[in-house]
């Protein structure tokens, strides 16, 4: 089965410092790539969408020159925390989707960042 | 506006039980419905994915239905095992324009105890 991988699954980084999160699909071609967050005990909420090669769509409410997206190959999209607060400490999971097919998206393992 | 309610919020069960997740949904257009587990600081993994078309779907000891007319679905989990123990979050997936949207429920925390 399709397989997304993320990197790093934990961090902890200190406040004003910025950390990036990698996502990769391991064995298929993903034309689209999503970010979620997540808070304890609640639901995954979108966070952008990226295709490969153009620029990500944001979600309301979702700084985008806070939370930077890059989506430069089709097996790869980062998504960099920059200048992290305390409030940005959530668990990060990206999914993958393939273009045409809207039956699946494949998700990530999550990676939980801590800012102090 | 797009919703997604599932119930119960949580559930406690012995293992070997039998049980039955609810989802209503409000979510239009509808594309489809999906289940998906989510261990504990684990990204969620797809159960079934259900179209309009279809009623009920089976893989392995879970079993979900739909009922497009009511908006409803239900996840039934068999003989259930300690391994069982997670949240079940229903998705139900909607088309606007050229992308298809998610529209995540809060999930139902299932723990499986001896």
Redesign the interface.
């Known amino acids: 089965g399709a397989v997304?991988s993320?990197h790093p699954s934990r961090v902890i980084c200190k406040s004003g410092t910025s950390v990036k999160i990698e996502c990769r699909s391991l064995d298929f071609q993903a034309t689209t790539m999503f970010w979620y967050r997540q808070f304890p005990?609640?639901?995954?909420?979108?966070m952008a969408?990226s295709n490969e090669g153009s620029k990500a769509t944001y979600e309301q409410g979702v700084e985008k020159d806070k939370f930077l997206i890059n989506h430069a190959s089709l097996t790869l999209s980062t998504l960099t925390v920059t200048s992290a607060h305390p409030e940005d400490s959530s668990?990060y999971?990206c999914?993958a989707g393939i273009s045409g097919s809207?039956?699946?998206?494949?998700?990530?393992?999550?990676t939980?960042l801590t800012v102090t | 506006k797009n919703q997604v309610e599932q119930s119960p919020q949580s559930l406690i069960i012995l293992e070997g039980k039998n049980c039955t997740l609810q989802c209503n949904y409000t979510v239009s257009p509808f594309s489809n419905l999906r289940w998906y587990k989510q261990d504990t600081g684990r990204g969620p993994v797809s159960l079934t994915i259900m179209t309009f078309s279809e009623n009920t779907k089976s893989n392995g000891r879970y079993t979900a239905t739909l009922d497009a007319d009511t908006k409803q679905s239900s996840l039934h989990i068999t003989a259930s095992q300690l391994s069982d123990s997670a949240s079940y979050i229903c998705v139900v997936s909607r088309h606007t324009g050229t992308a298809s949207k998610l529209t995540f429920g809060t999930g139902t925390r299932l723990q499986v105890t001896l």
């Open positions: 997304v993320q005990k609640k639901s995954l909420m979108l969408t668990f999971i999914s809207s039956y699946e998206q494949y998700f990530g393992p999550g939980r």
